[in-house]
C-alpha cells in the first residue's frame, strides 16, 4: 500500500465524517454564514473531526512506540494496563481531588497512567520467558487487576453507571469546547518520529543500546512519557478506545517492514483511515442514534487480533 | 509430613468455624428474623463453592492444564451476554427476568452452548499452545464485553441498577427457590461424580494412556465439559460471576495435597472454596463494613494470584 492512496482515503473519510450525523447538512447549507447548519457544522462536526484524527493517529503511534521498545509485537495500551491504569487515574481524581483545578487533575492521571505503565515495564524487565503471546498475557491480567480496583472504588462511591457510559471511547459528546485537550498529542506525535530511530535501538537491550552510545534510560522514559500523554488525553476527552495501537501498528508492519522513520507516517494515517471508518460506520447503522466507536472498534479490533493470533504466530516470533 | 486425611480435616474444621463466626457473630434485631437469612446465604455459598470447585478441576484435568478455567475462558461474560439481552429487549418486568426458572434455564442452556463451540474449535484440535488459548480467551471475552456495555450504556438508570445487583455475585439476594434447584443440580453432578472419579484419575495420565487402559475418552470429554459448564452455569445464575475463584481455589487444593486422586482434590477444592467465600464475606461485611461484594475482592485476589502463577510456570518452561 502506498502513502498517497491513505492519504487520500482519509480525506475521502473526512469529507463524509463531515457530513453524516443526525442532522442532516448540505456543503451547500455551509454558503450561508448564518444558518444553523454552518452553527452546528463548526460546533460540532468539525471539532469531532478533528478528534477522530488526533485520537487515531495517537493512539497508534502510542501503540508503536511500546511495541518497539519492547520489542513485542502484541504489546499496546491495551494489553499493557495504560488504558486501565488512566481510568483508575481518574476515578481516583474524582474522588479525593475534587477541589483540585482541572489543570492538577489531568496531571494527576498523567503521573498515575505514567506509573502504571512503568510498573508494566518493570514486571517485563523480570520475565525470563519472552514469549510474543505471553506477555500480552501478563499485561491483561495487570489490567484487570487495576479495573478491578476501579470497580471496587465506583462500587463503594454508587458511580459505576457514570464511569461505564462516560469513560467508553465515544466521539458523539466532542464539541469545541471539550476536546481541545487532544492538541497536546501533536507534539508528541512529533517528538516520536524525531526519536524513531532511538526507539528501535532502545528495543535491542539496554546493553546493546548503551555500546551504540544511546542513553537508554533517557530513551526509554521519554518513550513511555510519550505514551502517556497521549492514552490520557485520549482517555480524558473521548474515553477507552480499545485495540487500535496493538493492530494498526501491526497491520503497517506486515507490508512495509519495521524500520520506524518509514512505518510512522503509514502508521499514523492507517490508525486515522481505522477510527474514521469505525465511527462512521457507528453513525450509519442505527441513525438518527449512534453506536460508541469503541464498541465497533473493539469488535472490529477484536476479530481482527484473533486473526492475527490464530494466523501470524510464525510471523510474531 | 501430614497425611491428606489430616489436612482434609483441618479444612472441614476451618470451613466450619467460618461458617458458625458468619451464621452467629453480632446478631441483632431478633434471631428469628436474622439466623435463617444467613443459613440462606451460607447455603448458597456452599453451594457456589462446591460447584465452582468442581467443574474447575474437571474441566483442568480434561483441558490437561491448571491455568485454564471455564470462567476464564468466557463463560461469565457469556452469562452477563444473556442477561443483558434479556433486560434489552425484554424489560426488567418481563416473564423471562421475573420467572426465575426461565432465566435460569437461559442462561444455562446459552452457557452449554458456548462451552460446546469453545471445545470443539479449540481444545479438541490440540493444535494451540496453552498461553495462546488464555490469550484467546481474555479477547473473547473482551469482545462480549464490549457488547455488554454497549448494550448496558443504552439501558434505562433503574433497569440498569437491577441488572446490576444481577451481575455482581451478591449473596445477599439470593431466592430461597432457585437456591433449591442449584441443590438439586448439585445432587445429580455429585450422584453421575461419583461414579467417574477414578475415570478422571485414569484420564489425567492423557490421552493416548487413558484410551489404552480402556476409557471412550472423547465420549467422557463430552459428558465432563457438559457437567462443568452446568455447574459453573449454575453457580453464576445462583449469585453471579466470580472470574477468579475457581482458578484460585483448584490451585491452592493441587499445591496443599500434591495427590492426583480426583476424589480427594475435588473435596479440598471445595472446602477451600467454602472457606475463601464464608470467611472473605464475614470480613467485608462485618469486620470491614464495605458494600462491595465478594466478588470484586476475589477478582482482585485472584488477578495478583494468577499474574504469580503465570510467572511461576513460565520459569519451569522457559
Not at chain 1, 268 to 281: E, N, P, S
Given at each position: 500500500?502506498?502513502?498517497?492512496?491513505l492519504?487520500?482515503?482519509?480525506?475521502?473519510?473526512?469529507?463524509?465524517?463531515?457530513?453524516?450525523?443526525?442532522?442532516?447538512?448540505?456543503?451547500?447549507?455551509?454558503?450561508?454564514?448564518?444558518?444553523?447548519?454552518?452553527?452546528?457544522?463548526?460546533?460540532?462536526?468539525?471539532?469531532?473531526?478533528?478528534?477522530?484524527?488526533?485520537?487515531?493517529?495517537?493512539?497508534?503511534?502510542?501503540?508503536?512506540?511500546m511495541?518497539?521498545?519492547?520489542?513485542?509485537?502484541?504489546?499496546?495500551?491495551?494489553?499493557?494496563?495504560?488504558?486501565?491504569?488512566?481510568?483508575?487515574?481518574?476515578?481516583?481524581?474524582?474522588?479525593?481531588?475534587?477541589?483540585?483545578?482541572?489543570?492538577?487533575?489531568?496531571?494527576?492521571?498523567?503521573?498515575?497512567?505514567?506509573?502504571?505503565?512503568?510498573?508494566?515495564?518493570?514486571?517485563?524487565?523480570?520475565?525470563?520467558?519472552?514469549?510474543?503471546?505471553?506477555?500480552?498475557?501478563?499485561?491483561?491480567?495487570?489490567?484487570?487487576?487495576?479495573?478491578?480496583?476501579?470497580?471496587?472504588?465506583?462500587?463503594?462511591?454508587?458511580?459505576?453507571?457514570?464511569?461505564?457510559?462516560?469513560?467508553?471511547?465515544?466521539?458523539?459528546?466532542?464539541i469545541?469546547?471539550?476536546?481541545?485537550?487532544?492538541?497536546?498529542?501533536?507534539?508528541?506525535?512529533?517528538?516520536?518520529?524525531?526519536?524513531?530511530?532511538?526507539?528501535?535501538?532502545?528495543?535491542?537491550?539496554?546493553d546493546?543500546?548503551?555500546?551504540?552510545?544511546?542513553?537508554?534510560?533517557?530513551?526509554l522514559?521519554?518513550?513511555?512519557?510519550?505514551?502517556?500523554?497521549?492514552?490520557?488525553?485520549?482517555v480524558?476527552?473521548?474515553?477507552?478506545?480499545?485495540f487500535?495501537?496493538?493492530?494498526?501498528?501491526?497491520?503497517?508492519?506486515?507490508?512495509?517492514?519495521?524500520?520506524?522513520?518509514?512505518?510512522?507516517?503509514?502508521?499514523?494515517?492507517?490508525?486515522?483511515?481505522?477510527l474514521?471508518?469505525?465511527?462512521?460506520?457507528?453513525?450509519?447503522?442505527?441513525?438518527?442514534?449512534?453506536?460508541?466507536?469503541?464498541?465497533?472498534?473493539?469488535?472490529?479490533?477484536?476479530?481482527?487480533?484473533?486473526?492475527?493470533?490464530?494466523?501470524?504466530?510464525?510471523?510474531?516470533? | 509430613?501430614?497425611?491428606?486425611?489430616?489436612?482434609?480435616?483441618?479444612?472441614?474444621?476451618?470451613?466450619?468455624?467460618?461458617?458458625?463466626?458468619?451464621?452467629?457473630?453480632?446478631?441483632?434485631?431478633?434471631?428469628?428474623?436474622?439466623?435463617?437469612?444467613?443459613?440462606?446465604?451460607?447455603?448458597?455459598?456452599v453451594?457456589?463453592?462446591?460447584?465452582?470447585?468442581?467443574?474447575?478441576?474437571?474441566?483442568?484435568?480434561?483441558?490437561?492444564?491448571?491455568?485454564?478455567?471455564?470462567?476464564?475462558?468466557?463463560?461469565?461474560?457469556?452469562?452477563?451476554?444473556?442477561?443483558?439481552?434479556?433486560?434489552?429487549?425484554?424489560?426488567?418486568?418481563?416473564?423471562?427476568?421475573?420467572?426465575?426458572?426461565?432465566?435460569?434455564?437461559?442462561?444455562?442452556?446459552?452457557?452449554?452452548?458456548?462451552?460446546?463451540i469453545?471445545?470443539?474449535?479449540?481444545?479438541?484440535?490440540?493444535?494451540?499452545?496453552?498461553?495462546?488459548?488464555?490469550?484467546?480467551?481474555?479477547?473473547?471475552?473482551?469482545?462480549?464485553?464490549?457488547?455488554?456495555?454497549?448494550?448496558?450504556?443504552?439501558?434505562?438508570?433503574?433497569?440498569?441498577?437491577?441488572?446490576?445487583?444481577?451481575?455482581?455475585?451478591?449473596?445477599?439476594?439470593?431466592?430461597?427457590?432457585?437456591?433449591?434447584?442449584a441443590?438439586?443440580?448439585?445432587?445429580?453432578?455429585?450422584?453421575?461424580?461419583?461414579?467417574?472419579?477414578?475415570?478422571?484419575?485414569?484420564?489425567?495420565?492423557?490421552?493416548?494412556?487413558?484410551?489404552?487402559?480402556?476409557?471412550?475418552?472423547?465420549?467422557?470429554?463430552?459428558?465432563?465439559?457438559?457437567?462443568?459448564?452446568?455447574?459453573?452455569?449454575?453457580?453464576?445464575?445462583?449469585?453471579?460471576?466470580?472470574?477468579?475463584?475457581?482458578?484460585?481455589?483448584?490451585?491452592?487444593?493441587?499445591?496443599?495435597?500434591?495427590?492426583?486422586?480426583h476424589?480427594?482434590?475435588?473435596?479440598?477444592?471445595?472446602?477451600?472454596?467454602?472457606?475463601?467465600?464464608?470467611?472473605?464475606?464475614?470480613?467485608?461485611?462485618?469486620?470491614?463494613?464495605?458494600?462491595?461484594?465478594?466478588?470484586?475482592?476475589?477478582?482482585?485476589?485472584?488477578?495478583?494470584?494468577?499474574?504469580?502463577?503465570?510467572?511461576?510456570?513460565?520459569?519451569?518452561?522457559g
Amino acid at each position: 500500500m502506498r502513502l498517497w492512496m491513505l492519504i487520500i482515503a482519509s480525506v475521502i473519510l473526512s469529507f463524509i465524517s463531515l457530513f453524516v450525523g443526525a442532522i442532516d447538512i448540505r456543503p451547500s447549507d455551509l454558503l450561508d454564514w448564518g444558518s444553523d447548519e454552518t452553527q452546528i457544522f463548526l460546533i460540532s462536526r468539525v471539532p469531532r473531526l478533528l478528534a477522530i484524527i488526533m485520537a487515531g493517529a495517537g493512539m497508534s503511534i502510542a501503540g508503536l512506540i511500546m511495541q518497539s521498545l519492547s520489542r513485542n509485537k502484541f504489546v499496546s495500551p491495551t494489553t499493557a494496563g495504560t488504558l486501565d491504569a488512566a481510568k483508575l487515574g481518574i476515578i481516583l481524581s474524582m474522588l479525593f481531588f475534587t477541589n483540585a483545578t482541572y489543570i492538577q487533575q489531568i496531571i494527576f492521571c498523567f503521573i498515575f497512567t505514567l506509573i502504571g505503565t512503568l510498573v508494566f515495564m518493570q514486571i517485563l524487565d523480570r520475565i525470563k520467558f519472552k514469549d510474543a503471546i505471553f506477555v500480552p498475557l501478563i499485561g491483561i491480567m495487570y489490567g484487570n487487576i487495576l479495573s478491578a480496583i476501579t470497580t471496587f472504588l465506583g462500587y463503594e462511591a454508587n458511580i459505576l453507571q457514570n464511569i461505564s457510559s462516560w469513560l467508553m471511547g465515544s466521539f458523539t459528546l466532542v464539541i469545541s469546547g471539550r476536546y481541545e485537550l487532544l492538541y497536546v498529542s501533536i507534539p508528541a506525535i512529533i517528538l516520536a518520529y524525531l526519536y524513531a530511530n532511538k526507539f528501535t535501538v532502545a528495543g535491542m537491550g539496554e546493553d546493546f543500546a548503551k555500546n551504540l552510545g544511546l542513553s537508554y534510560r533517557f530513551v526509554l522514559n521519554l518513550g513511555l512519557t510519550l505514551v502517556a500523554i497521549i492514552s490520557t488525553s485520549v482517555v480524558l476527552t473521548v474515553g477507552v478506545i480499545p485495540f487500535l495501537g496493538l493492530i494498526v501498528p501491526n497491520i503497517v508492519s506486515l507490508y512495509l517492514g519495521d524500520n520506524l522513520r518509514k512505518t510512522i507516517p503509514h502508521t499514523m494515517i492507517l490508525g486515522i483511515v481505522f477510527l474514521l471508518i469505525c465511527d462512521i460506520a457507528g453513525r450509519i447503522i442505527i441513525h438518527p442514534y449512534e453506536i460508541p466507536v469503541n464498541i465497533t472498534v473493539a469488535v472490529i479490533g477484536s476479530v481482527i487480533f484473533l486473526t492475527m493470533l490464530f494466523r501470524g504466530r510464525a510471523y510474531a516470533k | 509430613m501430614r497425611s491428606n486425611q489430616t489436612k482434609i480435616i483441618f479444612l472441614a474444621v476451618l470451613a466450619i468455624i467460618c461458617m458458625l463466626l458468619y451464621g452467629f457473630y453480632d446478631i441483632k434485631g431478633g434471631f428469628d428474623y436474622a439466623f435463617p437469612r444467613r443459613v440462606i446465604k451460607i447455603a448458597a455459598m456452599v453451594v457456589t463453592g462446591i460447584a465452582i470447585s468442581y467443574s474447575t478441576v474437571v474441566f483442568q484435568t480434561i483441558t490437561h492444564n491448571r491455568i485454564l478455567t471455564p470462567s476464564v475462558m468466557g463463560m461469565d461474560s457469556m452469562y452477563e451476554v444473556v442477561q443483558t439481552l434479556i433486560y434489552f429487549f425484554a424489560g426488567s418486568m418481563s416473564i423471562w427476568v421475573v420467572n426465575r426458572y426461565l432465566n435460569f434455564g437461559a442462561a444455562i442452556i446459552a452457557m452449554v452452548l458456548f462451552a460446546l463451540i469453545l471445545y470443539r474449535f479449540l481444545f479438541r484440535t490440540n493444535k494451540y499452545p496453552i498461553y495462546l488459548l488464555l490469550l484467546i480467551g481474555m479477547i473473547l471475552g473482551t469482545l462480549l464485553g464490549s457488547f455488554v456495555t454497549f448494550l448496558q450504556v443504552l439501558i434505562d438508570p433503574v433497569e440498569y441498577l437491577s441488572l446490576q445487583t444481577r451481575l455482581f455475585a451478591s449473596f445477599t439476594n439470593v431466592k430461597a427457590e432457585l437456591l433449591y434447584i442449584a441443590m438439586g443440580i448439585l445432587l445429580i453432578a455429585f450422584i453421575y461424580g461419583f461414579q467417574i472419579m477414578s475415570k478422571l484419575d485414569v484420564m489425567s495420565l492423557g490421552r493416548e494412556n487413558a484410551i489404552n487402559l480402556g476409557i471412550n475418552y472423547d465420549r467422557m470429554v463430552m459428558n465432563i465439559l457438559i457437567l462443568s459448564s452446568v455447574l459453573i452455569a449454575t453457580s453464576t445464575a445462583l449469585v453471579g460471576p466470580i472470574t477468579f475463584l475457581g482458578l484460585i481455589v483448584a490451585n491452592l487444593s493441587y499445591q496443599y495435597l500434591a495427590t492426583y486422586k480426583h476424589s480427594t482434590l475435588i473435596l479440598g477444592a471445595s472446602l477451600i472454596s467454602v472457606i475463601a467465600l464464608v470467611g472473605g464475606q464475614f470480613l467485608a461485611e462485618h469486620i470491614f463494613e464495605l458494600r462491595t461484594t465478594i466478588s470484586v475482592i476475589i477478582n482482585f485476589v485472584g488477578g495478583i494470584y494468577f499474574i504469580y502463577l503465570l510467572l511461576k510456570e513460565s520459569r519451569s518452561a522457559g
